[in-house]
């Protein structure tokens, strides 16, 4: 039999007591009672059964011993004691059927044991009276009848099989009575004969007490059984009518046997129209269950949409087969349930899990199975599908400068801004920060796809106004097709990925697309990076030093240290190549201490009025132990702080301006000289030099070869040297390469020269020997 899940209520009073059934199953009280009362119905309705034959054997038996007694005993008499007799027998006949006929509630209390002893001794008696009262005064001949009937009636005791104990009560009081005429009428009754009496007796004895025992035995078993199927009746009838789900059985054919009344009004179709029809059809046609009963093998957990009058419904169907006891398949019983509000909980958390919480869009797990699925769609039909990469441009100062409600602000407008540029186009996702993505499905055409970058580029920088503040920002984009340039969802992100990053380095505000060159560029960078992490262990990094000399009198007073690079098989590679790469992975550090370091050995070999000044990253800036590192190099070289400089440029206040300034006020309170390089190419520097912390600006070299024939630049350089005067700052010159352009800045007030015309960046031993024979010459 197919067991259904109940859903046990918690609510329910706590169960009674356990006891063993006589079965040795564990049951409790009400178990119990419902056991009883099956037990005491069963024995009603078997007593009622064999009454009959009881009361009619009894009154048949009378009938033959008056018989035997007539002429012996007065006609009166054993008139008197028949009418009694059938009396008695016919009221029990009457009052047994009645009770088997009402023997059906489950809580019959049944006849007490006492009584139906007392109706077993009562009936005996009545019986009996007569004939053991009349043996002795018999002749033999109505002796050896009475005796013959006295002991069949022990075996009418089968009558009484239902109650043990009532059988073992009349057979008692027959073998008794039986007993007390023979030894009554002994004097004239032959011993042999009244030996084969009691013989007789005996066996009745023993095999309908055997008899009794084993129906009485069957009868609990059946008891047992009923009170079972009670309980799994009472169970099933609770679990539907507690809306956990429903029943249903079809036959060999498919077709409906059974169905629970939920099922029916979610149907909205009555039980007779479903019965006798096939299950599949009747739930809408569904394939996948009229395979699963095919196959005649036990299911669970086999879900299917349902079209109802309440609307679209999901249920859930389980079922095992019948099978009968030759092995023949009969049909399918099972469970159903409706698990709409189940189903929809889940999709709310699957929206939920692939949903970005700020924007509303679809997050990045959430875009790769879309591209995923577009990929699968293109290279099966042949149509190409896109994924285009967005960066903000600019949007880390909005953070900074209004705070991050105002930036969240900003990211909703732009996701808002990009689902009405795309449309239908494609899905726009949000790949977490400042980044979102396009899938297009369709991008067959390559000039609507640059048509809606275009104007996904314009949207995005139109300003927004965001509590009276007006912010505006830029995107970069970057696009790969697929499977033109990648094959996998993995492959096509990276392959965006390299074309934003080469967006990025064009200046940005455009959009990039995937190049076969760009993934060259890409892996050339990789073995790069991995070539600049060895190139420290190797020593393949050197300083190069370029002469800084005084505008009034041409000496040397110093050098710029640079950072050259010799690969053993790329050759000189430019710092303008691995200096971001190193930015970008976090090498600038270790490579930055070792700038100071050897910047430092070199410093402390020439003269005091030599100085040496060395560039500092922006991401060098970051790192509060910095001044650390500086004054732990000064005292290992025992070198004066104000011999040692530190170039910045004006990027250092892009990023985190505070931290950056705070940096180096603690390396100028060493005494170490701090230059702002390439003055001027800038755009928010002006605001930080009345901070104490430059006490050098240096002029850019662009700026010294345009005031040869641009007087505006000329009027920016003085600008420059004014402004410095006021800070008492040096200034010094870069790129000067003519004697007109060192004539031009000597006359426009700037202090200090520095270009080719002095000299081009030298190795360590040609500085080293230019201080000495500046030194010589100065002694001379």
Known sequence: MYHAPVNLDLDQPEPEPAELADDGVAVDASSQRLRDAHLHNSQAQTRAHFAPFFSATAMAGAMLVA????????????GGWLALVGVAYVAYWRRAVRDGSSANSRSAEGQPLIRSIGDAVVLAAVWVSLPTYAFATLPHEAQVVIGGVMAAMIIAAIGLAAAPAAAFAWIASMTAALCCAYYLGSSQLAPTVGLTIVGVAAVGIV?????????????????????????????LKEYEHRGVG????????NRVVYISSRMTSLLGRSANQLIGHSLPATLGGNSALGRTLLDRQPFASLEMELKTRRGTRWISLAGDPIIDMGGQFQGFRGVGSDITEV????????????MDVLSGLPNRGRVRQLLGEALSAATTGNVPCAIMFLDLDGFKPVNDTFGHPKGDAVLKSVSQRLVKEVGEVGHVGRMGGDEFAIVIRDAQSRRKVEDLARRIIHAVAEP?????????????????????????????????DLALYQAKAQGRGTCCYFSADMQNEAEDRLRLEQDLRQALTLKQFRLDYQPLVSAADQSLVGFEALIRWHHPTRGMVSPAEFIPLAEETGLIMQLGDWVIEEACRAAAVWPDFISVALNLSARQLILPALPNTVSEALARYKLKANRLELEVTESVFLGDSE???DVLKRLRALGVGIALDDFGTGY????????????????????????????????????IVSLAKSFRMTVTAEGVETADDFTRMRDLGVHQIQGYLFGRPMSFERATDLVHGVQTKMTA
Not at 246 to 253: C, S
Not at 698 to 714: C, L, M, Q, Y
């Open 207 to 235: 095999g309908v007490a055997r008899l009794t025992r084993w129906s009485f035995e069957q009868l609990q078993t059946i008891a047992n059984v009923r009170t079972q199927a009670e309980s799994v009746r009472l169970l």
């Open 67 to 78: 018989w035997a007694m007539f002429g012996g005993v007065s006609l009166p008499v054993i």
């Open 464 to 496: 927004y106004h965001i509590d009276k503040a007006e912010i505006r920002i830029g995107v970069s984009i970057g696009c790969a097709f697929g499977p033109i340039d990648g094959q996998s969802v993995d492959d096509l992100i990276q392959k965006a």
């Open 659 to 661: 931290g950056s300034l």
């Open 343 to 354: 189903r929809k909980t889940q999709e709310r958390l699957t929206n939920l899990a692939n």
């Open 684 to 719: 928010s520097s002006l605001g930080y030099l009345n901070k104490a912390v430059f006490h050098k600006l240096k002029i850019d070299g662009s700026f010294v070869r345009e005031a040869a024939n641009n007087r505006e630049t000329v009027a920016i350089i003085q600008s």
């Open 246 to 253: 429903w029943l249903w059985q079809v036959d060999a054919e």
